[in-house]
């Protein structure tokens, strides 16, 4: 096991740059995005509800370290999952919780984590547009993150409830926060494999899941098929030295899943990141001009396709110029977002610097 995960590890480090996106970093692309919006979630208010993201702290991984196991337990020889050994293919298999959630497959995939939402189909967020247009879309009733083996930090809970997770050992927490302005919600860590964790963790308190239906859904987490991650837009140039560090088709907060979303982050080797996510106009502050592109605050970039329908943001964290990101929206070409088969697979989204 030690040296199939040196292997596993050494491969995620020379595959990609050294780590910089990690569930922290998801959270505050979401939480910035978001507090930029007018939007509203129905039965909700105000800005604390839109801030919603992950607890960072617990959540965040660390590549390379190999907790121990919870005090007076081990994981079975026989995983629950097993990761692709590509830092960027997700194989999450989607699964139903007997009609009442539903958990997606991988909607976020990274080099030390992939993530699934757990939507209520029963129960979907409402957006009224100024016109008085109702836009429905899911909002995760939970988040599943299940970490490559040694990726993750699980001393948060050792203080839960101990739980069982078809023979593998867990922890259960009754208050977990997981964003600001909102209080903490159940969530279950479990050991899915030797040295490897998964987490579900509520997101949406109307009501939150309860142990039985979350446990429920741990159970569920199958390896379904290996796929490459899709995007609904290609970009024909990057800057220099830009490579792929993570992509999915959920808001980078994990929070909410949108008709035709798409989401890449690019990074340097310095670490410089930049944030590309594609989602339908009527989701969006920035109202544009159909195929164009434009910057209406510094480090902070739109385009619109010619239909006028859908989309792009470029988020440069304040450190990449307009200048690069508006070369990199005006090079984008749209597929067809609301058809899924139309979308460009990762390895040919987004080209080589």
């Known amino acids: 096991m030690r040296s199939d995960l040196a292997e596993l590890l050494r491969e995620a480090r020379t595959a990609v740059p050294p780590p910089r996106f990690d569930i922290e970093d998801a959270v505050a692309a979401g939480r910035r995005r978001r507090m930029r919006r007018r939007a509203g979630w129905a039965g909700t208010t105000g800005a604390a509800t839109l801030a919603l993201g992950l607890a960072a702290t617990v959540l965040a991984p660390h590549l390379g370290r190999s907790p121990d196991p919870v005090a007076g337990s081990a994981s079975p020889r026989t995983p629950q999952f097993a990761f692709p050994a590509d830092p960027l293919i997700g194989n999450i298999q989607a699964a139903d919780l007997e009609g009442t959630l539903r958990m997606s497959g991988t909607v976020l995939v990274a080099p030390t984590f992939q993530a699934a939402l757990v939507t209520r189909p029963d129960l979907p967020g409402v957006r009224i547009e100024d016109d008085g247009t109702r836009h429905e879309y899911g909002i995760a009733a ?186 990199m929206l005006r090079s984008i070409t749209f597929a067809d977002p609301a058809n899924p088969y139309t979308w460009f697979p990762l390895t040919t989204a987004v080209p080589s610097s």
Do not use: M
């Open 142 to 327: 939970a988040v599943v993150v299940v970490y490559r083996p040694g990726a993750f930090d699980a001393a948060a809970f050792t203080g839960g409830e101990p739980v069982s997770v078809d023979g593998r050992p867990g922890r259960y927490l009754t208050s977990y926060q997981i964003g600001t302005g909102r209080p903490g919600g159940p969530a279950v860590a479990w050991q899915y494999a030797e040295y490897a964790w998964a987490v579900i963790a509520a997101t949406d308190q109307r009501p939150a899941p309860s142990l039985e239906q979350l446990l429920g859904l741990a159970v569920a987490l199958r390896s379904g098929e290996p796929r490459v991650p899709s995007l609904a837009f290609r970009l024909g140039t990057v800057p220099a030295g830009f490579t792929v560090q993570a992509a999915g088709t959920a808001d980078p907060g994990l929070t909410v899943s949108l008709p035709g979303e798409s989401f890449v982050s690019l990074v340097n080797p310095g670490g410089q990141e930049i944030a590309l996510t594609l989602h339908p106009s009527w989701w969006g502050e920035h109202h544009g001009t159909a195929g164009e592109a434009s910057c209406p605050q510094q480090g902070l970039c739109y385009t619109t396709s010619p239909d006028g329908k859908w989309q792009v943001e470029a988020d440069g964290r304040q450190e990449a110029g307009d200048d690069e990101l508006l070369a």
